[in-house]
Antibody, heavy 119, light 109 residues
């Protein structure tokens, strides 16, 4: 079973850029799956941010697309999230997850990391 | 854009059967998956595809779909099933993206 682990700063200043990395272990990031970021504001539901394939192909949530960049580093078996121009509304637990295709479902999740946007 | 609609809260008596539903146009084209989330924990997959359970998920969990509605049924609910449940679905009406339902808080009485 693949394991995922998020890492990155827990505090980001307003108008800054949130940067997180997800390390993949127990399997290859080039295994033919989609690798996603999902977030959950405190007390609220899940929101999909975007995904990347090992080839570098990406898909993003239309509501966040202008601020999001997801990239992959196959040499390190990890993928990353950058979210720019953050506000307090971006405060959330951020999860990385692996999506199996056809049928589509998330079969592995990281433990999540809380990112707070505050000055 | 499309969305997935879930009832915010549902309750069930211990040992009884409960159905949690998820509605959305995307469900006409793609199967939904279902995730259980307990406080402070990451979501856990409980149902995927037509009606498949990952290893370790009790067989009291089952899934079904009809038209624009997907359902998660728990037959003989246990105290440990009390959690938030989320459906999701892939939408490819434009660029592909993933939708989540708003979540259903299940209380076992």
């Amino acid at each position: 079973q693949v394991q995922l682990q998020e890492s990155g700063p827990g505090l980001v200043k307003p108008a800054g850029t949130l940067s997180l990395t997800c390390a993949v272990s127990g399997g290859s990031i080039s295994s033919g799956n989609w690798w996603s970021w999902v977030r959950q504001p405190p007390g609220k539901g899940l929101e999909w941010i975007g995904e990347i394939f090992h080839s570098g192909s990406t898909n993003y949530n239309p509501s966040l697309k202008s601020r999001v960049t997801i990239s992959v580093d196959k040499s390190k078996n990890q993928f990353s999230l950058k979210l720019s121009s953050v506000t307090a509304a971006d405060t959330a637990v951020y999860y990385c997850a692996k999506m199996i295709a056809a049928p589509y479902y998330f079969d592995s999740w990281g433990q999540g990391t809380l990112v707070t946007v505050s000055s | 854009s499309s969305e997935l609609t879930q009832d915010p809260a549902v309750s069930v008596a211990l040992g009884q059967t409960v159905r949690i539903t998820c509605q959305g146009d995307s469900l006409r084209s793609y199967y939904s998956s279902w995730y259980q989330q307990k406080p402070g924990q990451a979501p856990v997959l409980v149902i995927y595809g037509k009606n498949n359970r990952p290893s370790g998920i009790p067989d009291r969990f089952s899934g079904s779909s009809s038209g624009n509605t997907a359902s998660l049924t728990i037959t003989g609910a246990q105290a440990e099933d009390e959690a938030d449940y989320y459906c999701d679905c892939r939408d490819s009406s434009g660029d592909p993206y993933v939708l989540f339902g708003g979540g259903t808080k299940l209380t076992v009485l």
